[in-house]
């Protein structure tokens, strides 16, 4: 088994810029990312996408590009469409068990590292509405991934609903691409903008503020927009032939091919969570992050979390984040002293203080409408295993109070996605029926294997001697 | 459903869904080949039988698990396209081996 200073896992902005830094201070670094092409989400296939107009993916994008280059000269291992499944503190730091390539000829194996850092970034927030597993229902983010990669646009009767940047982003790109919108469905609830005024001092010197409202304008001036939705629902048989919404009490029921649905994203925590990172619930975004300090160091000994996984302060955010923890590995593992790190981080701290201005005005005034937090009915709370939002809130009233114990007496959480859908819902029905503060909750337990694997992959993982010990029998 | 700019200049690339041969293109991953290809609805769920299809597209939901070249329970969207690769849609959950075309 090879031994590496640093893994990296994720090669989104933070992971780009953290395996750049510390494979420049000469530390021996590997870099493990599920995608082919590095860049993450926000850069995805920056380096391949088909789209010959780079106008039409925005300046913003591009600048991924900048990222690519340092981090291909740096020296850094890098391993795409690959998957990190379990880590183990071993003799020689954390054993990874990884997989990756083509079905049929999957490589498998493991590899060791003395710090180990997730940037594993974020994924949407599934809120779920009536009708939201129909096919023909896809997230912005998943829609833009196919703009990004294939140069794919949607056509038919388009509709976009949900509320935040990532919206309005992904509105503008189709637009500028040539997809008819039919209507753009906003959910931000009534009263709402003036409760996020309060923050709108730190937001006129957000960089978001300009570009934000030019996105904006282009899109009201080439589409219907609807403001205050305040439910929604998708039907159709097999597929999505309509979507139903409602505005001030009136439904209006529209014909729809594709709806497209956003409401912001939330860290992907399980890497961290399964590692014994401590978590906490951020109010401002609704969601379970790691504690992490300010060179993202965790509560679990040698595991360091940076970009949106530590919570979420965007791209250039992550870039920062992704610097300071390279910085903050290269000191622990006694590659650079405290002064050198300091004077090192100055640019990278700087830079993070200017991503998270007005990121609050953001916070608040994008925050999910309480009727989507809280689904009712025979709503899918849990997709995989097709658990309504009423059998979990009557599991509750049966004493279930917390998240361990929602998901034994529902299955809401044990399908193959792992909680990764309906753990933000379970969440907050939890916190609705009892009552409480989402805060207050345990955080989920979340275990290893990270995907479901096969006999052949957990075979692969080596036989340590403590562990041979543990099955093993006296006799 | 879905079109491609008609800029785009990528390779074409032949795989077979469910039987058929379809020319999809260098960059697609399995999942963006079936949308491409026309199909919304790529599985029905093993709980209920209904039916779904790529969703997040990026290796979140689970929800666009197809059979491929014999291996079922693949997530479409994580897997790229190769020529000659044999993509069946899945009904239910599948055993290795399975539905393969």
Request: proline share 7%; charged share 20%.
């Amino acid at each position: 088994m090879k031994t590496y200073d640093v893994a990296v896992v994720g090669a989104g902005p933070a992971g780009l810029v953290a395996a750049t830094t510390t494979a420049s201070l000469g530390l021996a670094t590997i870099v493990f990312d599920e995608s082919p092409s590095p860049g993450g989400q926000i850069y995805r296939a920056v380096t391949t996408t088909p789209v010959r107009r780079p106008e039409l993916l925005g300046r913003d994008y591009w600048h991924g590009a900048g990222l690519v280059r340092p981090f291909r000269a740096s020296g850094a291992e890098y391993l795409p469409a690959t998957t990190v499944w379990a880590a183990a503190r071993g003799a020689e730091g954390f054993d990874l068990g990884i997989s990756g390539g083509r079905p049929g000829t999957r490589i498998g194996g493991t590899f060791a590292a003395r710090a180990l850092l997730v940037a594993s970034g974020a994924i949407e927030r599934p809120l779920p509405f009536p009708g939201w597993t129909l096919p023909g229902v896809m997230t912005a983010g998943a829609v833009q991934g196919l703009f990004k990669s294939s140069a794919l646009v949607p056509t038919g009767r388009v509709v976009l609903a949900g509320s935040g940047p990532l919206l309005w982003q992904v509105a503008w790109q189709l637009v500028n691409a040539g997809a008819a919108i039919d209507r753009v469905l906003e959910t931000i609830p009534r009263g709402r903008l003036a409760e996020a005024m309060r923050h709108a001092p730190g937001f006129m010197f957000s960089t978001y503020l300009a570009r934000g409202l030019e996105l904006v304008r282009t899109v009201r001036r080439r589409t219907n927009v609807v403001e205050h939705v305040a439910e929604l629902e998708a039907r159709g048989d097999g597929r999505v032939e309509a979507v139903r919404y409602v505005v001030d009490g009136e439904w209006t029921e529209i014909p729809a091919d594709l709806l497209v649905v956003s409401h912001g994203v939330v860290p992907n925590i399980h890497l961290p969570a399964a590692l014994g990172c401590d978590l906490e619930w951020s109010p401002d975004q609704s969601a379970f992050q790691p504690i992490a300090d300010a060179w993202g160091g965790t509560s679990a000994e040698a595991v360091y979390v940076a970009g949106d996984v530590a919570g979420i302060a965007g791209a250039r955010g992550a870039e920062a984040r992704g610097r300071l923890a390279a910085l903050g590995i290269a000191n622990a593992l006694g590659r650079i002293d405290a002064a050198r790190r300091d004077a090192l981080a100055a640019p990278a701290q700087k830079a993070l203080a200017i991503a998270l201005r007005g990121r609050r005005f953001l916070d608040v005034l994008y925050r999910p409408a309480p009727g989507f937090l809280h689904p009712h009915g025979a709503t899918l709370a849990c997709r995989c295993e097709e658990v309504t939002a009423d059998t979990v809130r009557e599991a509750v009233r049966d004493g279930a109070a917390t998240l361990h114990a929602l998901r034994a007496a529902t299955r809401c959480g044990m399908g193959p996605c792992q909680g990764r859908s309906c753990l933000g819902t379970a969440t907050e029905i939890l916190a609705d029926e009892l009552g409480a503060d989402p805060a207050t909750l345990a955080p989920p337990s979340i275990r290893f294997p990270l995907r479901p694997v096969t006999l052949a992959e957990v075979a692969a993982w080596p036989s340590r001697a403590d562990a041979q010990e543990r099955v093993s029998r006296d006799d | 459903m879905f079109a491609r700019l008609p800029e785009s200049g990528a390779e074409a690339i032949v795989v077979a869904i469910d039987g058929v041969a379809f020319e999809a293109r260098a960059g697609d991953t399995v999942a963006a080949a079936l949308l491409a290809s026309g199909r919304v609805a790529s599985r029905t769920s093993p709980v209920s039988g209904a039916a779904r299809g790529p969703f997040c597209l990026m290796g979140v939901c689970f929800d666009c698990l197809v059979t491929i070249d014999g291996v079922p329970n693949q997530r479409a969207c994580m897997v790229a396209i190769a020529s000659g690769m044999r993509i069946t849609t899945q009904r239910g959950a599948p055993m290795p081996g399975e539905g393969a075309a």
